[in-house]
């Protein structure tokens, strides 16, 4: 069912008239809910604010507001993502599946006081190792 044709008229008519060329895709997961990521994004605004007024609410009051920096990384393997054929000026997106073992390493940092927190963790087991730090 279909017209036979050599692969290197395939790839004529593909590359060279269609433009279009094997790229890697930007992995999104098969998972990932895009209604909740936009009521985050609209809402943002809002918290932002609420946040704001409470801050300065606080300072008003004489209360003392530390500020803490805080990121996370996630170690382990990663779904290995091949290249996709698209028409020129067009990006590929491709879903992966984010199954493998994996664990977390979370830190908070207070700038001003030097204050750490540290802590590894595996999503499978409780935490295992917890650094404070006061120096």
């Known amino acids: 069912m279909g017209i036979p044709l050599s692969y290197a008229t395939i790839h004529r008519i593909v590359r ?8 890697v895709p930007r992995p999104k997961s098969y ?4 209604e909740i990521i936009e009521r985050f994004v609209q809402q943002r605004p ?5 946040l704001k007024e409470w801050i300065n609410s606080e ?8 500020f803490w920096c805080q990121d996370e990384t996630r170690l382990g393997w990663k779904t290995i ?3 996709k054929l698209t028409l020129k000026g067009v990006k590929p997106v491709g879903e992966v599946q984010w199954k493998f073992d994996y664990y977390y390493i979370y830190g908070l940092v207070e700038p001003r006081s030097g204050r750490a927190f540290f802590e590894e963790l595996d999503i499978s087991q ?3 190792k917890m650094v404070v730090s006061t120096d």
Request: aromatic share 12%.
């Open 126 to 128: 409780k935490p295992n």
């Open 31 to 34: 998972k990932q809910e895009t």
């Open 46 to 50: 809002e918290w932002l604010k609420f």
């Open 81 to 83: 993502t091949g290249r």
């Open 16 to 23: 060279y008239e269609l433009q279009a060329k094997l790229k």
């Open 59 to 66: 300072y008003e009051k004489g209360q003392k507001i530390c």
